[in-house]
């Protein structure tokens, strides 16, 4: 089956860093990609998202990156926030599947 | 807010009883998916209906079963509670399949 997994389970950064999230899929076949966060408590929210026939998208202070070589994501945050601490999921959506198939997360603490 | 319904926000019931989780998609979104999520745990795909119809199943016991009505919304029927079913349950929907998927703010359900 698909394996989504993460390279480190936990991240602190302090508030005013960059951080990187990363994340390892081992389906060749992925051609979609999303990134979520999820708050203590609540559901997951949808930060950002990358096809596979991109290498990098921007949005607001966040970027994905897309490494098709070595099946490598990352979520990079600008001027990390304390509201920025949370459960960080990537999913990918294998060509043809029905469903999104998710990581296991990092957990982001931003230090004041 | 993600404009995907889902109640109750949280339920507890004895092991051995029948309880029913119900989802409301967001308007215009055929598809539903059903997500079950441990303490500290990833997101665990359950099922997955599209437009009143089962399109894909995954890790679902068979004492649960799910269902798409005519008017879009899900039900997601969990029956002879165990301990362990104790879980967030999330609810999602997407325009079609495949696309990204928006969450609910989940269901809590405490087994006692």
């Known amino acids: 089956g698909e394996s989504v997994g993460l390279h480190l389970p936990t991240l602190s950064v302090q508030e005013g860093d960059n951080s990187i999230i990363n994340c390892a899929y081992s389906?060749?076949?992925?051609?979609?990609f999303i990134w979520y966060k999820q708050e203590s408590g609540k559901g997951p929210q949808f930060i950002i998202d990358?096809?596979?026939?991109?290498d990098k998208r921007q949005g607001q202070r966040v970027t994905v990156l897309l490494n098709k070589t070595v099946k490598h994501l990352s979520l990079q945050i600008a001027a990390t926030q304390p509201g920025d601490s949370a459960v960080y999921f990537c999913?990918?959506?294998?060509?043809?599947?029905?469903?999104?198939?998710f990581g296991t997360g990092t957990r982001l603490t931003v230090i004041p | 807010d993600s404009g995907v319904t889902q109640t109750p926000k949280h339920l507890i019931t004895a092991t051995g009883q029948r309880v029913t989780l119900r989802c409301s998609p967001r308007?215009?979104?055929?598809?539903v998916y059903w997500y079950q999520q441990s303490l500290d745990q990833g997101l665990q795909f359950l099922i997955q209906?599209?437009?009143?119809?089962?399109?894909a199943k995954g890790n679902i016991l068979e004492r649960f079963s799910a269902q798409q009505f005519p008017d879009l919304h899900s039900e997601l029927n969990l029956s002879s509670l165990e301990l362990g079913d104790s879980a967030l349950y999330f609810c999602?929907?997407?325009?079609?399949?495949?696309?990204?998927?928006?969450f609910g703010e989940g269901s809590w359900l405490t087994v006692v």
């Open positions: 999602a929907s997407s325009v079609i399949t495949g696309n990204t998927i928006y």
């Open positions: 389906n060749s076949a992925s051609d979609y």
């Open positions: 990358i096809r596979s026939n991109m």
């Open positions: 999913a990918e959506n294998p060509t043809g599947a029905n469903n999104l198939f």
């Open positions: 308007s215009g979104d055929l598809s």
């Open positions: 209906y599209y437009n009143g119809e089962e399109r």
